[in-house]
């Protein structure tokens, strides 16, 4: 495929512009639909939706004039509807066709889709068209204009029902030429709108599988709908809605298959199996759950709700429902969704009923674990995960309740007006490594001595009542960081809905000074936070806070954008700790020698605001990448967590290929500190997998799929040092840039190390400001 157009460059993006940082690609559909054609739509998108039960993009709805009752009616059936209303003026000027047909000004009207900027992919779909197999294929397309070939007229010209539009044909310049061709009539008459895409295109086109534009015309006979049809199109002036046409029987039942009341068409969805989109299951399964009260629907819609973080929404739809108390599983997620709000007294209630039963008991023992834990209640934790491991010896989540309750280590007894408080996130045995070093790190930017003399440990997720203040209270200040505590969904709670468990009160109730200390705003992509109760919770430690220090400057931007105007100049640049550890850890010495080894790191946590649609173009991407970097060093998996194995099973699995993995989250500080500073480069995907070893002084690339990375490439004004996972020649750029890095070693090193001084610098600055602060 050659381009046909290549688009204006974008002006640059805000710092804080989360998919332009990330590069995730943006998906839409797109149709035209009128009055007329509003019964086919509507049986589009049913079809859509029930063939599809897990894609849930945003759809585009064009129109001239459609009435506020049909509006409502297409908003029924889908929750993200983009209605806007065509340019109908704009085609006047157009050469061929009578301007005054109805049926030729709506076909110029598709056309409005190129006008499209918000988008990276749209997929356009004929209201006479009807999805009857899957779209992955469509949504995993990434380059050029796609279309089914004309059934015909042979490969040279494409059918304009289904088109899948890339980026750079959603711009001026390919607007442009199709103004052109319109205007001065080069096209084929009769044709319109897709007479005028071949005359632009002139064959240059993505072809396409006929299956997914199955016409009509070729059913002609009677014939039956082949099995893997994916789209058949209702091509001709017949349409089913309007009595159909002889001769197409067959093909008019399966269009009839999504003729059905709204009520019909939710229970249908509801009965699919697999995966179902947690926007499609709270938007059909919440009608069907106010309707008729089954509380079987009503457990899967909060389900949905705490998968996208919505915990209140969880709450208020199994309020609806009467829970017969032999349901075990409606009972555990209502209190799941209770205590993730911090009503835990009720929530307690439920998990006790869910315990009874043996197939829901250990999920529902191990949340009574934790909800024990977070009220510093270890004993009944570890009682309660025990009784989850004794119904289940394999369930991990009550052995890490089991764990954390009876592993922490007891607290050396210093002088308490000689230490700091410090709230952070202290990470368990096998928990993501970069986590377990953050503390440390946080505690060596005030004092050399990390250990319990000089600090009193306050667990973030642990609720924050009346005898954790007056410890607090007792000490010479507090510290609160660093990492990413502000996201909403690693253990939720209604006080603060971040990561510190802290009612408003108990934090106005703070008498020592309060240092905010390289804190990150980890929200993802498409990730949101109970935004009423964040915002007041944000404020309040502002304002609380004698110093708040954020570790990237996209950070401080979201912040601000959060609080009043006046609290603005409280929030500064602190970097994170982390990225600084040749400066902090004492007698360092840089490696004589290095391994000849890439490190090699992928995230898996949020898999799906992570990658979208396109992680098997990562894996394929990352797979020809591992093959071309062992040109350069031994390439080796580094595991922060668990999950990160994946990555080493499914490039054995898709690929064939065979990488040995560091199991680092089983590393004590020291292993991780020194594994990263030996190796020659780090290509990660976790934030710490590039800001541990930067701070080490090992180069880096980062593979974007979070904005922080971003932000702190940005940060060290070394924005190339990271790629997309989204990008269109991921393997290529990655190696390219890694055999630059590693040209040069020594002199890619020093500048690390030049990198680190500025931030070094911050550092030491703010350092003396919090000597002053906490005496």
């Not at 009944?380 to 119904?391: E, H, R």
């Not at 045995?429 to 990390?450: H, I, M, W, Y």
Request: overall charge negative.
């Amino acid at each position: 495929m050659t381009a046909t157009t290549v688009s204006a460059p974008a002006p640059a993006a805000p710092a804080t512009d989360a998919r332009a940082l990330t590069g995730k690609r943006k998906i839409a559909f797109a149709s035209f639909v009128d009055e007329n054609y509003l019964p086919g739509f509507l049986a589009l998108l049913r079809s859509l939706a029930l063939s599809n039960p897990g894609v849930c993009e945003d759809f585009v709805v064009l129109h001239d004039d459609l009435r506020p009752s049909s509006i409502a009616r297409i908003r029924a059936l889908h929750p993200r509807v983009d209605f806007r209303r065509v340019d109908a003026g704009h085609y006047d000027g157009y050469a061929k066709g009578d301007q005054d047909n109805y049926l030729v000004r709506k076909a110029y009207f598709i056309l409005d889709v190129f006008r499209i900027r918000d988008y990276d992919t749209v997929i356009t779909l004929d209201t006479d068209m009807v999805v009857l197999g899957s779209l992955a294929e469509l949504l995993s397309l990434r380059e050029g204009l796609a279309a089914v070939p004309q059934f015909f007229y042979g490969q040279h010209k494409l059918n304009s029902g289904l088109l899948v539009i890339q980026k750079e044909f959603l711009s001026d310049a390919f607007r442009a030429k199709i103004d052109k061709v319109g205007r001065e009539g080069s096209y084929e008459l009769d044709k319109h709108d897709q007479g005028i895409l071949n005359a632009v295109l002139d064959g240059d086109f993505v072809r396409l599988d006929p299956k997914y534009n199955f016409v009509k015309r070729r059913l002609s006979g009677d014939l039956a709908v082949p099995e893997d049809t994916a789209i058949l199109h209702f091509t001709g002036r017949h349409k089913p809605w309007q009595g159909g046409e002889s001769g197409y029987l067959k093909a008019q039942e399966r269009w009839r298959e999504f003729e059905m009341s709204d009520a019909a068409f939710q229970s249908a969805f509801l009965s699919r199996g697999g995966t179902l989109h947690r926007d499609l299951l709270v938007h059909l399964g919440t009608p069907h759950v106010e309707r008729t009260g089954d509380v079987d629907t009503a457990r899967r819609v909060a389900h949905a709700h705490i998968g996208n973080g919505d915990y209140q929404s969880a709450v208020e739809i199994m309020e609806r429902v009467h829970i017969p108390v032999e349901e075990a599983w409606p009972h555990e997620v209502y209190g799941h969704a209770l205590m993730s709000v911090s009503r835990y007294d009720e929530a307690r209630a439920q998990l006790l009923l869910a315990s009874a039963a043996p197939n829901r008991a250990a999920t529902a023992f191990a949340r009574l674990a934790q909800i024990s834990w977070v009220h510093g209640d270890d004993t009944a934790a570890q009682k309660y995960a025990l009784q989850g491991l004794t119904v289940d010896p394999t369930h991990r989540a009550s052995r890490v309740w089991h764990q954390r309750a009876g592993g922490l280590p007891a607290q050396q007894q210093g002088s308490a007006d000689q230490q700091l408080a410090h709230v952070a996130f202290y990470m368990d045995r096998q928990g993501n490594a970069g986590d377990k070093l953050l503390p440390e790190s946080v505690r060596l930017a005030f004092d050399a001595d990390t250990g319990g003399r000089r600090w009193h440990s306050v667990h973030a997720h642990r609720l924050f009542d009346e005898a954790a203040l007056e410890r607090v209270n007792a000490r010479r200040g507090l510290v609160i960081g660093g990492g990413g505590l502000f996201i909403p969904d690693t253990m939720p709670n209604g006080n603060s809905a971040w990561q510190w468990n802290v009612p408003d009160e108990l934090l106005e109730g703070i008498e020592v000074p309060v240092a905010v200390y390289a804190v990150g705003f980890n929200a993802f992509d498409g990730q949101s936070y109970r935004a009423q109760r964040f915002r007041e919770s944000l404020r309040a430690l502002v304002e609380k806070s004698a110093f708040f220090g954020l570790r990237n400057h996209g950070s401080i931007e979201k912040v601000r954008a959060i609080i009043p105007a006046h609290l603005h100049d409280k929030v500064r640049f602190q970097p994170c700790p982390t990225t600084v550890t040749r400066q902090l850890v004492a007698d360092w010495k840089d490696p004589a020698h290095r391994e000849d080894t890439i490190l090699l790191n992928a995230a898996y946590d949020r898999a799906g605001l992570r990658f979208g649609h396109d992680y098997g173009y990562f894996l394929g991407q990352m797979a020809q990448a591992v093959r071309d970097l062992g040109a350069l060093a031994e390439v080796r998996i580094v595991a922060h967590s668990l999950d990160d194995e994946k990555l080493a099973f499914d490039l054995r699995r898709e690929h064939g290929l065979s990488l040995p993995v560091v199991p680092m989250y089983d590393f004590g500080n020291d292993e991780i500190r020194d594994l990263y500073a030996r190796t020659k480069l780090v290509i990660g995907m976790r934030g710490h997998a590039g800001m541990i070893p930067f701070g080490c002084g090992t180069p880096i690339i980062s593979l974007i799929s979070h904005p922080k990375m971003a932000y702190f490439l940005a940060d060290i004004e070394r924005p190339e040092w990271g790629v997309s996972v989204h990008d269109r020649h991921l393997a290529a750029v990655l190696v390219e840039r890694s055999r630059d890095l590693l040209a040069d070693h020594a002199k890619t090193v020093a500048d690390v190390h030049g990198r680190q001084q500025e931030l070094w610098r911050i550092t030491q600055a703010n350092a003396a400001e919090l000597r002053t602060l906490f005496g």
